[in-house]
């Protein structure tokens, strides 16, 4: 079988010795191929799309703003790491607390490009100690524009395409 690509990306990974004592490179790369999908994996890789859940790895971070109620006139950012990422949410790392059922508005950094949408604190873990507070958030995207989800959906097939092993569904 033969099969033209194109290199998308390219890492050198390691070097490995042969038995002749010359170095040899070992690279990881990603190839594009072009029409080469069936029907079936066309309808898989768009499943994926749908449904993947990026482990991120520190990569990008995101942040939001609390929603105000009457009673406050303060309005801050609070900045927190990504752990997650979906396109119905995300789980995020931060050293404060939020409120189950708290909404507000988020922003998330993904390659140069800004998601913006309403979400929604789902749960909150403890995972932290006394001295060092951590917790772990699950926060559900709600109302995401068409615009928005296009962004989250690319940089999600991006990810997919380049082989990324942080990939989890």
Known sequence: MHREGTVQWS???????TEA???RPIYETGIAFERVLSQLGA???AFLEETVILET????????RPASSETTQVSADYVF???????????????????????FEAEVQLDGETVRTQARVVHVREV???????????IEFRDLADDQRQILQGFIRQEIERGTPDVAS
């Open 11 to 17: 890492y050198l990974r390691r070097t490995e010795k």
């Open 21 to 23: 004592g010359e170095v």
């Open 43 to 45: 309808e898989i890789l």
């Open 57 to 64: 790895e520190n990569r990008f971070c995101a942040r939001f």
């Open 81 to 103: 790491r990504v752990a997650q990422l979906s396109l119905s949410g995300m789980l995020v790392s931060a050293d404060f607390s939020l409120v189950p059922g708290e909404v």
């Open 128 to 138: 932290g100690s006394a001295t060092e507070p951590g917790y772990l958030i699950g």
